[in-house]
């Protein structure tokens, strides 16, 4: 049997990986990419010897150290990691939330395992792009203006959620009616020693009136730069599935 057919799927995911952002800018970039997300797309819970569960029963079994007595609502299995990507799976516990956050200069790739996701996307508008001055809210901080794009659920069935520098580049990740996981991959890695550290950030504003429906998007909003929250930390656990190689 050929090489390739015997490999794994997560296998050949880090493999297409690694081709296609080895040159994010070369010509190939596109096609590569898209035979990137039809792979990701492939991929299920099982095929990475995952079960639906929350991180609190994987640190149970994996004798992780609960975070201050409490288990992490979000944890993390890390896969594989090189100088133009990482790869790994990341799991919520019900109601969990990955805050609004950056990925400076990266591109990015979301498949959910399991569960159901609610994730909202934003884009950074260019400084002298805002139609409008800053919320009072806004002098507690740095603020920038941002396009909020979509806010879209996610589940098994969906086909991958997709980032670049420039589109999507800003999501919140929320947990919706129990437990999720899903499998992501960032382009390049995160390393604040060349400028991509992850930063948090908040919606300056109030949630809708009673009775009243969400403003439309996509629309223009401010966003605050903040610290990481004290109430969200992410702890780690081992990948229980097949071995990439690379």
């Known amino acids: 049997m050929p090489r390739d057919n015997m490999a794994s799927l997560i296998q050949r995911v880090a493999r297409q990986a690694r081709i296609t952002f080895r040159s994010p800018a070369g010509p190939a970039f596109g096609e590569n990419l898209h035979r990137l997300q039809q792979l990701l797309d492939e991929v299920r819970a099982e095929d990475l010897h995952l079960a639906p569960r929350g991180p609190s029963a994987a640190a149970a079994a994996g004798g992780g150290i609960p975070w201050g007595g409490v288990v992490p609502p979000v944890s993390y299995m890390h896969i594989c990691e090189t100088e133009s990507f990482s790869m790994g799976v990341f799991l919520l516990r019900s109601g969990a939330c990955i805050p609004l956050h950056d990925h400076p200069g990266m591109n990015g790739m979301l498949k959910v395992l399991y569960g159901t996701l609610r994730i909202a996307c934003m884009d ?18 740095p603020c920038l203006r941002a396009l909020y794009r979509s806010r879209q659920h996610y589940t098994p069935a969906s086909p991958p959620c997709l980032l670049s520098p420039h589109t999507d580049n800003l999501h919140q990740i929320d947990a919706v009616d129990g437990p999720a996981a899903f499998l992501d991959i960032l382009a390049p890695p995160y390393d604040p020693q060349h400028g991509r550290d992850c930063h948090y950030y908040r919606l300056l504003e109030g949630p809708p009136a009673a009775g009243a429906e969400p403003p439309a998007l996509p ?21 229980p599935g097949p071995r990439v190689c690379l």
């Open 124 to 141: 950074t508008l260019p400084p002298g792009a805002a139609t409008a001055a800053p919320p009072p809210a806004a002098a507690g901080g």
């Open 219 to 239: 629309r223009e909003v401010w966003l605050m730069e903040t610290p990481q929250a004290a109430d969200f930390c992410c702890g780690g656990e081992p990948y």
